[in-house]
């Protein structure tokens, strides 16, 4: 079973900063199914990256995907005030067939 | 553009079942994979199980195997979550979602809560 580790699990940062978030897989996880998701309290998670770094429609240039293998990253280049939330990763592959990271809380500073 | 639209909050007793639908407009039911995640009250995402294309079948997390059943109706494009024998762990809100390998849209989800 691939298991997904993020870290950290919390992030306080400012508006205007930048925020880099890891990813961690167990074993190698195809590039092609690596996602990230946003979820604001309330709200249902919003796809942002799909294929490790292809950004979903509708999503600004300051969220960019990386990584391959067995290490994923999500940067945020400059915060802006609605960013705060917290994001999973997510792998598609093998069994299980979808699993989650645990979730990074970015928090205002 | 896909749009996912669930049924409403249930309140249910340990021991009963419970059967949560979600309704597609955009796309017709055949062109999607439907899949179902759930999450806890203050936890992470958690993923129950959904349609494989590659081997053409309903495919279960192992931890629901034999308690979840995800069924399809193509002529009303709805997806069903059915979970049985209930208990007060599978208190959560349940997602409907599209995959390509991602999940691409969500539905606004169902708050099931199991309480005697």
């Known amino acids: 079973e691939i298991v997904l580790t993020q870290s950290p699990g919390t992030l306080s940062l400012s508006p205007g900063e930048r925020a880099t978030l890891s990813c961690r897989a167990s074993q190698s996880v195809s590039s092609s199914y690596l996602a990230w998701y946003q979820q604001k309290p309330g709200q249902a998670p919003r796809l942002l990256i799909y294929?490790?770094?292809s950004r979903a429609t509708g999503i600004p240039d300051r969220f960019s995907g990386s990584g391959s293998g067995t290490d994923f990253t999500l940067t945020i280049s400059r915060l802006e005030p609605e960013d705060f939330a917290v994001y999973y990763c997510?792998?598609?592959?093998?069994?299980?067939?979808?699993?989650f990271g645990q979730g990074t809380r970015l928090e205002i500073k | 553009q896909v749009q996912l639209v669930q049924s409403g909050a249930e309140v249910k007793k340990p021991g009963a079942s419970v059967k949560v639908s979600c309704k597609v407009s955009?796309?017709?039911?055949?062109?999607?994979?439907m899949h179902w995640v759930r999450q806890a009250p203050g936890k992470g995402l958690e993923w129950m199980g959904g349609f494989d294309p590659e081997d053409g079948e309903t495919i279960y997390a192992q931890k629901f195997q034999g308690r979840v059943t995800m069924t399809e109706d193509t002529s009303t494009d709805t997806a069903y979550m059915e979970l049985s024998s209930l208990r007060s762990e599978d208190t959560a809100v349940y997602y409907c979602?599209?995959?390509?390998?991602?999940?691409?849209?969500w539905g606004q989800g169902t708050l099931v809560t199991v309480s005697s």
């Open positions: 979602a599209t995959s390509s390998g991602s999940l691409d849209y």
């Open positions: 955009g796309y017709t039911l055949t062109e999607l994979s």
């Open positions: 997510q792998q598609y592959g093998s069994s299980p067939r979808i699993t």
């Open positions: 294929g490790a770094s």
